[in-house]
C-alpha cells in the first residue's frame, strides 16, 4: 500500500464550480498534512496545511481531515483557470526534523 | 516572507562529472533543510535531510557518498552530485524549515540533465 494516495486524474471542473481533491495515507501516526500546487516545470508552492480533525478555511480554499479514515481533503471554490495545476498532498509522519512524503499528485483541469 | 532560492536552475553536464546545487533561505534562518528528487511524471521523493552542523541523514536506497550534502550555515545548504550519470537526471527541489514550525518551504528547483 502506498503511503500517501491521490487520484492521478485528470480532474475537470467547470469554471465557477468546487472542485474536491481527495488524499488517504496508511500512517496513523501522521501528524500534519499539506497541500501543495505545482505548476508544470516548477516546485511546489503550500496552499494550507491542516493538523486537527475538521475544517480549515483560508479563503476559497477549505483543508478537511478526518484522521479516524485517514483521509484528507481540498476544496477550491469559485475554480479560477488559474487554478489549473498539479495538486501534491503531503503528510508529515513526526516533528518538524521529518521530511514529508508526497502523493503522486491530482491534474485538475478548470475549463473556461 | 520565507523565501528561499536555488541556484543554479538550469545544469546541463557531460557523464562523470560533479554538479553542485545550493539552497538558501533569504529572510529566515533555516534550522533543517531538506532534498528532494522529482523524475517525470512522479511525485516528490526525499533524498535527505540536513541540520546546520551536523552530517545529513538520507533516505533508505539514496547514496550518500554520491549525493554529498553540505548545511554549513543557517541559510545555506549545498548538495553536490559526485560523477553523475544519465540516470541521475531529474528535478532536485530544496526546501527549508525555520525555528519550531513544521511548515516546509520550497525553493524554485534545480533541473539536471547528465549527458
Known amino acids: 500500500q502506498k503511503e500517501v494516495e491521490q487520484n492521478s486524474g485528470p480532474l475537470s471542473v467547470p469554471e465557477g464550480a468546487i472542485a474536491s481533491l481527495n488524499c488517504t495515507y496508511s500512517d496513523r501516526g501522521s501528524q500534519s498534512f499539506f497541500w501543495y500546487r505545482q505548476y508544470s516545470g516548477k516546485s511546489p508552492e503550500l496552499i494550507m496545511f491542516i493538523y486537527s480533525n475538521g475544517d480549515k478555511e483560508d479563503g476559497r480554499f477549505t483543508a478537511q481531515l478526518n484522521k479516524a479514515s485517514q483521509y484528507v481533503s481540498l476544496l477550491i471554490r469559485d475554480s479560477q483557470p488559474s487554478d489549473s495545476a498539479t495538486y501534491l498532498c503531503a503528510v508529515l509522519k513526526g516533528g518538524g526534523a521529518d521530511g514529508l512524503t508526497f502523493g503522486k499528485g491530482t491534474h485538475l483541469i478548470i475549463q473556461p | 516572507g520565507a523565501v528561499v532560492s536555488q541556484h543554479p536552475s538550469w545544469v546541463i553536464c557531460k557523464s562523470g562529472t560533479s554538479v553542485k546545487i545550493e539552497c538558501r533561505s533569504l529572510d529566515f534562518q533555516a534550522t533543517t533543510m531538506f532534498w528532494y528528487r522529482q523524475f517525470p511524471k512522479q511525485s516528490l521523493m526525499l533524498m535527505a535531510t540536513?541540520?546546520?552542523?551536523?552530517?545529513?541523514?538520507?533516505e533508505q536506497g539514496v547514496e550518500k557518498d554520491k549525493f554529498l550534502i553540505n548545511h554549513a550555515s543557517l541559510t545555506l545548504s549545498t548538495l553536490t552530485v559526485t560523477s553523475a550519470h544519465p540516470e541521475d537526471s531529474s528535478f532536485y527541489i530544496c526546501s527549508a524549515r525555520g525555528g519550531r514550525g513544521e511548515t516546509q518551504y520550497f525553493g524554485p528547483g534545480t533541473r539536471l540533465l547528465v549527458l
Open positions: 540536513s541540520n546546520e552542523g551536523s552530517k545529513a541523514t538520507y
